[in-house]
Structure formats: structure tokens, C-alpha cells
């Protein structure tokens, strides 16, 4: 029988995908067969407007599905009655895993419903919702590869996991009360408790207590928000003084303390779930949340245990990583017993294996979408297609020190892993080679080169280069901010002959050796060149320059010949031995990165001035105070067409100091000055060099009043932001291994 050999491809396995296209086709009349393979989904269909049919299946398909393309050609169908599900073939190397999805409304319904059988079951899911990566140990995708194994589904389970009209045909964590996995409390001696866990967990948060719960990709600090003693507690014992909390409620919960604008509800409320940072809109909550910032990190529950919780915990909820400073997250429970034991009061169990440890991931609502500032959970494993002109090859880019992930090409997509912590700590350093290991496995990687960071001290270069002279492979090096600049256009997809990239971070080594932070690059993926750049400031102290802000401001000040304003500010400081220091050249690398920049105008107004509590706090204190004043125009600055030069800045600062001006009027004109300096250098730039498109990349861009006023002032030019892709080093990797690709073309 005549009729057509349909391929799908993209996220279409664990999806429901198969029934879906069963269902279409059913109510189609066609006749055929629908399988997985190695490559995707594949369709044998005749009879009926197979036209019609073949566009239904991108418009009309499964919410968790993304459908890169649908290709078909005519072929002979096998003769038989009505439209069936093959058994799969192939070992699904080829295809994507789909991420972890939030409880969707149906699966929510029936815990609800006293009269359904998972009324109050912690692990309803189906194949519209429910863990997925967290749960794989490896392809092909189906029960006997996940933690859910041990579990053998009763005869219900059964008939719904065999029935292709069921929402739970095929999916692979189906469970209920019956035969699925349990929950239970226990005291923090390890003692198992009888009755109802979720019960006693209420008690203990209504009682200022901090519990333990064991997640989706991990174990949770969890506490009540509106706990100060808690919150304090909680903080002491875990030696987090500062560091933004994040929080979980119901959607009615964070209307009581944010504006969610519709995007950032929508980006609430999604598959994804993430921490979405809201503007805070009432002081009801303590600040010890988020000591000095504006915006709170809420997110809404995603697993049932979580919805269990908080349908009956009435507010919202402490909910941050279950770990030792440091340390990655907690995802056994024997680990939690040992490591979490000092923290919490009490424990919230399961006996479901976490098979992969994923962090919430934590986005912001940009001016052209999300903005993701960690790719956890629910985005990990997802892929972003190569831009075009990119040569179709496998590569292994190894990211850099900070903020670490991995990305892998092949088959014209580029995976980009989870955050794995910092490589400073020895157990993300673990977890980063488990993580190259497992990947390359799951994904039947064998890559063609390996792309590092220039720096030959971090671990992920040492790493990446080791990884190629074992396999004989070459090992591409890419600078820093090179690769930031990639990574911004790659995911836009970019394919131009030049762009201008403004790229501000902290630091990252640059082709001269030198270390480089605030930055303007002309270029594309092959290469690129600086043609800008801030007037270069020592670093003094060296990584100590990173952790207290009050350095870069003396040195900042003393190159405006502000000496007596450094001195009278910073007053308590040993000033003169870092001067001394300075003067020798004894650590003290010369540096233009916009984030010490940032943070010594921080220090100049009191922000985080003896030590930073965690990257990045005097900067996010700093636009914290800015968006109490906005419309206060920039500072001045001097440049000769390359160099920035922030004196003027510095000298403006110290005059409304001494004037009594407001400190939030000096953080916005402060932050405007970082808009028009940079702005006005790329609209420069691309003029100059005739390039439509500029780049917007770094950790710096992470401050969405910053990346939208710059936006704007960039209007008429396309502008590459963050995105999916982290603006910090998260994004590294990504960028790598596009440079790669295209030196590979080259070449």
C-alpha cells in the first residue's frame, strides 16, 4: 500500500509522543505504525490527507515535545487494519532525553480527589509531567534503565501503562499507592517515625523548625519564610550570612508579596519551574531572606510532595540546596543522614534513587524573554540547534573554573550541561568528571576535539587537555570572552560576516596575558579581536581583589587622584600596605574587568565593603539601591576610542558624596554610566567596522536593569542577550565549542 516513511526529530521520546500520533492518526483514518528509534519518531502512514496529517504533528503535538523537524518521503506501507505502536528499535543515542516537568493539572487533580486511587500519592505523574533525567541511568529510556526499576507496577499501573488511549501509556516513573515508592519522616538521629509524614513535616515547619526534604534532584533546606528566628537559625548553621534564600508557595502565596508581570507567571507556572527572581512589592517577608535586595527567587511546587506540602502548610516556604557550603547538593539519603544532620531537625524521605543530581534552576524575565542565570533542572538535557555555516561534528567543551558545565555537539545540536559549582571545591570537581563520564556515555559521544579556556591553571582546561592527549584528538584553546561572545550569538542563531560583542564579567585571561573583564570584541565564531576596552586597574591582593571590594576602590580612586577620598573612606583599612604593594608590583596584575569595577563603586557607597559573602553580592546590592532611582542619568567618562577611561566617574562620585546626594541617586548614575560607556563604544564600533549585530555577554549582563538599558540604547541593532544560555560562565562551554566548530571549518 502506497503512503509515506515520516521521520520526527527533536524531543519527541518520553514525551507521549507515540499515543499522540496513535490518537491523530486514528482519528484520521489512516493506517500504519508509529515507533522510537535511534533517531527519533518514526511514522509509516497511508490513507486519508496525510498533508494535513503531517503538519498536525508540529501543531498539535505534546506540551513536554519540541519538534526540530518532520521529514517524509513516499513508501510502500504495510497492508492492515487501523494505525498500531511498533515496538522501539535502536538504542536512542541518537534522540534527546527530555527534562524533568512540574506536576501538570491533571496528575494535580487526581491527588486532590479523595475518590481516585493517588489521592495523596507523592509520585503521581504521566507522561505529561514527571522526573525524567533526574531518574536515567542510561538509554534507551525506558523503565529497567531508571531508579524506578525496583518498583514492579501492580495490574492497574499495568493496564494504564499498556493502554496507548492513556495519558500514562508508556510512562516510565508510572506508580501509585499500591506499588510505587514511599515517603516517611524521621528525627535527625536517623529514627524512622510512624503516621502521616507530610503531616508531621507541617508540624515542624509550623513550629520554626528546619527540615530536610528529599526532591527531585536533590535534598532541600526547607524552613518558613516568614520566620525570622528560623531564617537565622537556618543561616548559622548552614554559614550562609547573605546569600539569597530561595523560596516555594503557591501562585496565591507570591501575589501576596510580588507583582508577577503575565511573562513572569507564565515563566512561574511552566514545565520548567524554575526560580524566577520577582521585585518585591511588601515588607511582610523578613529581609534576612535576601539581606539589601530588591527582587526575592520564588518558585512554585513542582512534584507532588511539594503541592502535598503546601496545600497544607498555609504560606510560603524556605526551600534552598540541601548541601555544606560549597559542597553540591545532597541526593542520597544515607548522605543526607551524615552530611545534613547538623542542619535539620527532621527529615522528609523517599526511597526513589536520585539518579542525577540537578539543582533548581534560577531565570529572571529579560527584556526579550527568559534570562537564565542557572540552567538546572528542567532545561538539562535540552539542546540548542548550530547555527548554520557550522560544520556538523562532535566536540567536548570543558567551560571554565566558575559556575562549570560541559557541552557536547553532534548531529546538529549542541547540549549544554547542568551547573556543577565551582571547581575551587573538590567535590564539584567530582562531580564535573562524573558528569564528562556520563554524558559521553548517554549521548554515545566520541568527540573530534576538545575546546578549553585559555587559563592553563583552571581545572576544567587541565581537564579538557588531559582528555585530549589520551584520546589523540586535537585540543582548541578559546579565550574567555571570546567564547562569552559566541555563546550570545550562537544562541540567536547569528550567521553574519561581523559582530560587536561588549562583553563584562569578572575576569577571564586574555590573549595577551593580561586579565581581561570589560571588554569590546569585533568578530564572529572563528575569531575575534578587542578593539575596546576599560582602562586597565591593578588587582591588588590578586583573587583577594575578588572577595573585597574596598581594594578596587582605593585603586580605582587613586588613578583619579582621589587619594584623600580613599583615605578619609576606607579609613580603617590598611590603605597604605596595599598602596606598598601596588607600587612594587607584588600581586597586583593590572586588569580591566567591569566587575571589580562595579565592586568598587559598591564599596565607595558602604555595599559589601570588607568582604563579599558570595559572588557577586556587592554588585547585586549595588543595583538593588539603583533601581530606587532610576532616570538619574550617567557619570561622565573619557575615552581616546579604545579605552574607557572611569576617572571622571570617580571624581563625580566623590563630589556628591561630599554634597550628601542620596546613595541610590550615585548607584543609578553609577549604572549609567556602564550603559553609555559600553553602548556608546559598540554603537561605535559597529559603524566602523559595518556590523548590524552586537553581543551582549559576561556575568555582568546578569543585572537586568543594566542589560535592558543597554538594549535600548543599542536600538536599530540587532542585539544578541542572554537567554537560555547564561550570560556567565555557565554559557562558556557553549561558546567554546562553537569557536571550535568553526576553526575546525576552517581549517
Not at 235 to 259: C, E, I, N, Q, Y
Not at 346 to 374: C, K, N, Q, S, T
Not at 409 to 418: E, I, P, Y
Request: aromatic residues 6%.
Amino acid at each position: 500500500m502506497r503512503g509515506r516513511r515520516i521521520r520526527v526529530r527533536g524531543q519527541v521520546q518520553g514525551v507521549g509522543f507515540r499515543p499522540f500520533v496513535w490518537q491523530l492518526a486514528t482519528r484520521m483514518g489512516l493506517s500504519g505504525a508509529v515507533l522510537n528509534d535511534a533517531e527519533g519518531v518514526l511514522i509509516h502512514a497511508a490513507g486519508g490527507d496525510l498533508d494535513a496529517f503531517e503538519r498536525a504533528l508540529s501543531v498539535e503535538a505534546p506540551g513536554l515535545s519540541v519538534v526540530d523537524a518532520v521529514e517524509s518521503e513516499a513508501a510502500d506501507v504495510a497492508h492492515q487494519q487501523g494505525f498500531v505502536i511498533a515496538a522501539s528499535g535502536g538504542s536512542g543515542a541518537e534522540t534527546r532525553v527530555t527534562p524533568d516537568a512540574a506536576t501538570c493539572p491533571d496528575c494535580l487533580a487526581e491527588i486532590r480527589d479523595p475518590a481516585e486511587r493517588r489521592h495523596g500519592y507523592a509520585f503521581t505523574n504521566c507522561t505529561h509531567c514527571g522526573p525524567r533525567f533526574t531518574i536515567l541511568r542510561e538509554l534507551p529510556y525506558d523503565r529497567a534503565s531508571t531508579t524506578m526499576a525496583p518498583f514492579e507496577m501492580c495490574a492497574a499501573c499495568r493496564a494504564e501503562y499498556d493502554d496507548p488511549a492513556d495519558r500514562r501509556f508508556h510512562a516510565q516513573p508510572v506508580a501509585c499507592p499500591d506499588c510505587g515508592p514511599r515517603v516517611w519522616a524521621e528525627d535527625r538521629d536517623g529514627q524512622k517515625l510512624d503516621g502521616d509524614a507530610v503531616a508531621r513535616v507541617v508540624d515542624w515547619l509550623t513550629e520554626g523548625r528546619i527540615v530536610a526534604i528529599k526532591g527531585l534532584g536533590g535534598f532541600h533546606l526547607a524552613c518558613d519564610a516568614r520566620n525570622a528566628e528560623a531564617i537565622t537559625t537556618l543561616r548559622k548553621r548552614k554559614g550562609r550570612p547573605g546569600k539569597p534564600l530561595a523560596l516555594m508557595a503557591t501562585l496565591d502565596s507570591v501575589t501576596a508579596h510580588a507583582a508577577p508581570s503575565p511573562e513572569e507567571e507564565a515563566l512561574l507556572s511552566s514545565p520548567v519551574a524554575p526560580i524566577v527572581l520577582l521585585q518585591r512589592c511588601s515588607d511582610a517577608l523578613p529581609d534576612g531572606l535576601a539581606p539589601g535586595q530588591a527582587r526575592l527567587g520564588w518558585m512554585l511546587p513542582y512534584t507532588p510532595l511539594h503541592h502535598l506540602l503546601l496545600d497544607r502548610f498555609d504560606g510560603p516556604l524556605v526551600m534552598t540546596s540541601g548541601n555544606l557550603s560549597g559542597e553540591p547538593q545532597v541526593i542520597g539519603n544515607d548522605e543526607a543522614r551524615q552530611k545534613l544532620s547538623a542542619f535539620a531537625d527532621g527529615f522528609l524521605m523517599h526511597d526513589r534513587e536520585i539518579a542525577r543530581r540537578l539543582d533548581d534552576g534560577v531565570e529572571i524575565a529579560g527584556p526579550a524573554g527568559p534570562v537564565v542565570l542557572r540552567r538546572a533542572r528542567g532545561r538539562v538535557p535540552g539542546t540548542f540547534a548550530l547555527p548554520d555555516g557550522l560544520p556538523d561534528r562532535q566536540i567536548v567543551a570543558f567551560g571554565g573554573q566558575l559556575k562549570s558545565a560541559i557541552c557536547l555537539t553532534k548531529n546538529g545540536q549542541a547540549m549544554l550541561s547542568h551547573h556543577m559549582g565551582d571547581l575551587d571545591d573538590a567535590l564539584s570537581v567530582e562531580e564535573f568528571l562524573k558528569a564528562d563520564a556520563d554524558m559521553a556515555a548517554l549521548f554515545d559521544h566520541r568527540p573530534e576535539a576538545v575546546a578549553v579556556d585559555l587559563h592553563p591553571d583552571f581545572r576544567a582546561t587541565r581537564h579538557g587537555l588531559s582528555r585530549a592527549e589520551n584520546l589523540g584528538i586535537p585540543a582548541i584553546e578559546v579565550q574567555h570572552h571570546h567564547a562569552h561572545m559566541a555563546a550570545a550569538l550562537g544562541e540567536a542563531g547569528w550567521t553574519g560576516e561581523a559582530a560587536v560583542g561588549i562583553i563584562l564579567d569578572g575576569l577571564g585571561l586574555g590573549e595577551d596575558g593580561t586579565v581581561w573583564g570589560g571588554e569590546i570584541l569585533v568578530g564572529g565564531y572563528g575569531a575575534a579581536q578587542r578593539i575596546g576596552l576599560l582602562k586597565p586597574a591593578p588587582l591588588a591582593g590578586g583573587d583577594r581583589a575578588q572577595a573585597e571590594p574596598w581594594r578596587n576602590a582605593v585603586v580605582r580612586l587613586d588613578q583619579a587622584g582621589l587619594s584623600e577620598v580613599a583615605d578619609r573612606l576606607f579609613a580603617d583599612r590598611p590603605v597604605d600596605a596595599l598602596r606598598a604593594a601596588v607600587t612594587a608590583g607584588f600581586n597586583a596584575p593590572m586588569s580591566s574587568s567591569a566587575g571589580r569595577l562595579f565592586d568598587a563603586v559598591a564599596a565607595c557607597l558602604g555595599l559589601a565593603v570588607e568582604r563579599q559573602s558570595y559572588e557577586g553580592e556587592a554588585a547585586m546590592l549595588l543595583e538593588a539601591l539603583a533601581m530606587l532611582a532610576p532616570g538619574s542619568g550617567g557619570y561622565p567618562y573619557e575615552t581616546d576610542g579604545a579605552e574607557i577611561d572611569p576617572a571622571p566617574m570617580f571624581e563625580a562620585i566623590a563630589r556628591d558624596l561630599a554634597g550628601d546626594v542620596e546613595r541610590e541617586v550615585i548607584a543609578a548614575r553609577a549604572l549609567g554610566f556602564f550603559v553609555e560607556a559600553f553602548a556608546d563604544a559598540a554603537l561605535s564600533a559597529s559603524e566602523a567596522w559595518g556590523a548590524d549585530t552586537v553581543a551582549l555577554s559576561g556575568g555582568c549582563f546578569q543585572n537586568m536593569t543594566l542589560l535592558r538599558h543597554v538594549s535600548e540604547r543599542l536600538k536599530g541593532l540587532r542585539v544578541c542577550g542572554p537567554g537560555l544560555v547564561p550570560a556567565n560562565d555557565g554559557g562558556l562551554a557553549f561558546g567554546q565549542a562553537l569557536v571550535a566548530l568553526a576553526r575546525m571549518e576552517a581549517n
